[in-house]
């Protein structure tokens, strides 16, 4: 069965840390750009980083020096560790594996086929 699930959202205070983990099964991150995404009611889904085959990064400005990307090939894992969180980071965030290998990072969603299921990220001031 393929899949993948993110996990590690939570509700945190202002300037609280959360680890978000996505793991799939059936489908290979090696070699692939994996990116995190979030969307907040009422607005537009917005990527919020983005890790290519070779190590690069991507990072929305609203969340540059706060969060960091990361991959695990053998276990098949993202992550995302977010420090500093905000009230404005309050989302529903989704991991995703670009379609294409070897692809460079992308902020459309079209360039991503597989998604997980979200994880509820919420921050209160």
């Known amino acids: 069965q393929v899949q993948m699930v993110a996990s590690g959202g939570g509700s945190v205070q202002a300037g609280g840390s959360l680890r978000l983990s996505c793991t799939a099964s059936g489908l290979p991150f090696a070699g692939y750009a994996l990116a995190w995404f979030r969307q907040a009611p009422g607005n537009e889904g917005e990527i919020v980083a983005c890790l290519v085959w070779s190590g690069r990064t991507h990072y929305a400005d609203s969340v540059q020096g706060r969060v960091t990307i990361s991959r695990d090939n053998a276990k098949n894992t993202l992550r995302l560790q977010m420090n500093s969180l905000e009230p404005e980071d309050t989302a529903m965030y989704y991991c995703?594996?670009?379609?294409?290998?070897?692809?460079?990072?992308?902020?459309?969603?079209?360039?991503?086929?597989?998604w997980g299921k979200g994880t509820q990220v919420t921050v209160s001031s």
């Open positions: 995703a594996r670009s379609t294409i290998k070897y692809a460079p990072c992308s902020t459309s969603h079209d360039d991503f086929g597989s």
